[in-house]
């Protein structure tokens, strides 16, 4: 009888022993939270820093502007930006998506249309420079001095009846040289689906960034629609010249637009925020201005400021801060 209780009392002070163990289990460590902030998973990651990304053009990658304007944001305020460039087009739908929280682009119209679907807010524009006609120096379908809507009917002519020579890279890649490339097939006459597209060999789309369609369009002799930008980054390994670089139909306007946090709530608004409002700063306008000059003795982008960025031809925001 006295073994029968020694090995009851054992076995209750085991049952115990192992019920506060798992009530151990259970328990928050000290000072932890029982539910994880989900935000600040996605907006400070396990280097504390937090993050913004963003998508944005080719053009601006292949300058190396954004590496710039990174490096001096990131050294100011320890935020980590995270650049996706791919063409406006594709940046924009990455948006829609909610898979970034702003973007920088250059397509006009692709850009009202994402905000008018309630998709994009606050944009400012930043920054201009125009759109080149290049091609090689001997100018094989004879556009030198046209306007830029009449060297594309020339050059459709020329492709069309087999000129020696002629040929035109697109970068068939919805970015925003392609739109404008698109507009001025448009404005020249053509329905770019239906004749354009179909036109035969001479007109070849890349489906790449702008650099990487540079250098096809080199490979082959064409003509290609490029942002002065990007062709200056890359003439050193090209052949191509700009063959028209005047006309109204050529000006690049770059914006920046957050993502709208009433369609996606865990979008970093206030990181989209402030880094919008620095690139009006005028801190970031005199780095832009002043990039690719001492390289190229003029600047790759000019800055926009006010009152001139509220007219036309540009008619946007380009110094009213957003509201924080």
């Known amino acids: 009888m006295k073994m029968n209780t020694t090995l009851l009392t054992a076995g209750i002070i085991a049952i115990l022993l192992i019920l506060a163990a798992c009530a151990g289990c259970t328990s928050p460590a000290p000072g932890g939270n029982e539910t994880p902030n989900a935000t600040a998973a996605t907006t400070a990651p396990a280097g504390g820093a937090i993050v913004l990304r963003i998508a944005t053009t080719t053009s601006l990658e292949n300058t190396g502007l954004l590496a710039e304007l990174e490096r001096v944001y990131e050294n100011e305020t320890g935020v980590d930006l995270q650049f996706i460039a791919q063409g406006t087009g594709q940046s924009i739908d990455s948006a829609r998506r909610g898979d970034v929280d702003m973007v920088l682009v250059h397509a006009p119209a692709l850009e009202q249309q994402f905000i008018d679907d309630g998709y994009g807010i606050n944009p400012r524009c ?21 306007s830029p809507v009449e060297a594309f009917r020339t050059i459709y002519a020329a492709g069309t009846n087999n000129t020696p020579g002629v040929a035109f890279v697109s970068r068939g890649d919805n970015s925003g040289t392609h739109n404008q490339e698109k507009v001025l097939w448009e404005e020249a006459g053509y329905n770019y689906t239906t004749e354009i597209l179909n036109a035969g060999a001479w007109y070849v789309e890349a489906g790449k960034g702008m650099g990487d369609t540079l250098i096809l369009a080199n490979e082959k002799g064409a003509y290609t629609l490029s942002d002065e930008g990007t062709y200056l980054s890359f003439a050193d390994r090209l052949n191509l010249v700009p063959v028209i670089a005047e006309g109204t139909e050529l000006l690049n306007r770059y914006s920046a637009i957050a993502v709208n946090p009433a369609k996606y709530p865990s979008v970093n608004a206030e990181g989209a925020t402030d880094f919008i409002n620095w690139l009006i700063s005028d801190e970031a306008k005199e780095i832009i201005g002043n990039f690719g000059t001492e390289e190229f003795g003029k600047p790759l982008f000019i800055p926009l400021y006010a009152p001139e960025c509220t007219e036309p031809p540009f008619n946007c925001t380009c110094a009213e801060p957003v509201p924080t």
């Open 126 to 146: 930043i920054a201009y420079n125009y759109f080149i006609i290049v091609g090689p120096a001997s100018d094989p379908a004879g556009i030198a001095n046209m």
